[in-house]
Structure formats: C-alpha cells, structure tokens
C-alpha cells in the first residue's frame, strides 16, 4: 500500500541535521536499495560486466599480443551487484569487426549468487584473426547474457586492442619498439 511505501522510504533514511524529521531535511536522505529491503522485497539480480581478460592464444608467436593471424583466448568477469542469486547464467558473444571470427562464442556461467561474480575459465571465448586485421585496431564485442532471477537479457559492449601499445606507438607484428640510436 501507498502507506507500506511511505513507511519503507522513511525507516531507512539516513538521518542528517537535526535527528528526527526536521523541517529543512524531512526525516532524511532516502536510500532505494534499503528502502526495497525494509518493504521485505528482495531487489532482482543485476549483473554487471567484470574483468575482460584477453591474451594471445595457441597458434601465435609467443610475445603476449594478439596480431593478424593469431588466435585470442578471452575470459569474462560476470557481477552480481544485488543480494538475489542470478541462476542458469549463460552468455554469447559477437562482433561486428571484419576479419574476426570467433570459434567459442558461448560459455555457462552456472549459478552467481548475491554480490557474487564468475568468469568463464573452463570455457574461454576463442577468436581468430585473420591477415587484413591491423595492429593499432581495436574489435569490437557484444557479450550477451541470459540469466534468471532479474532483468534479462543484459548486453554488454567493449573492445580489444589488436597488437601491444608501446607509449602511442603500436609494435609491428613483431610487438618491438623499433631500434633507436645513432643513424636510425
């Protein structure tokens, strides 16, 4: 009821100025996430995106970089911001960059409980980059989450480089600085 809600919005107010409700700050700051937990409903789950963890994979020449015709190995760090379990955790990830294709594009993340996370290490996202990929470019992935127990599916969007950065400089496929020193 209008009433449980009222009551819910002040018992977990966070008192400031005079204590009591006063006339400048009322009975306080409200707090949203206390407020739904004095009501006695527990908040969904939300998940949020965690570390991306992305290395060189087999087939490459050993330097730590993933460059054009190698292949990345990436895990995916899934977050549990709410104290409501998210379970039955599956995602999928895309891209829309040319010259990417990814061979393990889904992974099951089991059950996340409340403020807890996950990462897909048993199953890492594969993908392989074929000649035309430029190092100093970046890919571009969308992670998409399927879980239950909150707002699903989640989307989440973000890139990884292609070559190592040295400074503002990209490192040729080698992933060198270049030489330096008299007469270059």
Not at 42 to 48: D, G, K, R
Not at 58 to 87: F, H, K, R
Not at 127 to 133: M, R
């Amino acid at each position: 009821t209008a009433a449980q809600i009222k009551a819910a919005l002040i018992a977990s107010c966070i008192d400031i100025e005079t204590p009591g409700v006063d006339r400048d700050a009322g009975a306080g700051i409200v707090m949203a996430v206390e407020a739904i937990e004095a009501a006695g409903v527990a908040a969904p789950a939300y998940l949020t995106q965690g570390v991306v963890n992305a290395v060189e994979g087999s087939y490459g020449n050993g330097n730590g970089s993933i460059e054009p015709g190698e292949l990345g190995s990436m895990t995916v760090q899934l977050v549990n911001a709410t104290s409501t379990g998210a379970t039955a955790v599956t995602a999928l990830l895309t891209t829309t960059t040319p010259g990417v294709t990814i061979t393990q594009n889904s992974a099951n993340y089991g059950n996340i409980g409340g403020n807890g996370s996950a990462t897909n290490t048993a199953t890492p996202y594969i993908f392989g980059l074929n000649s035309s990929v430029v190092c100093g470019s970046v890919i571009n992935f969308t992670l998409t989450v399927t879980y239950t127990g909150g707002s699903s599916p989640a989307v989440f969007n973000f890139t990884v480089p292609v070559g190592k950065t040295i400074g503002s400089l990209t490192a040729a496929t080698l992933g060198g600085a270049p030489a330096s020193g008299t007469g270059f």
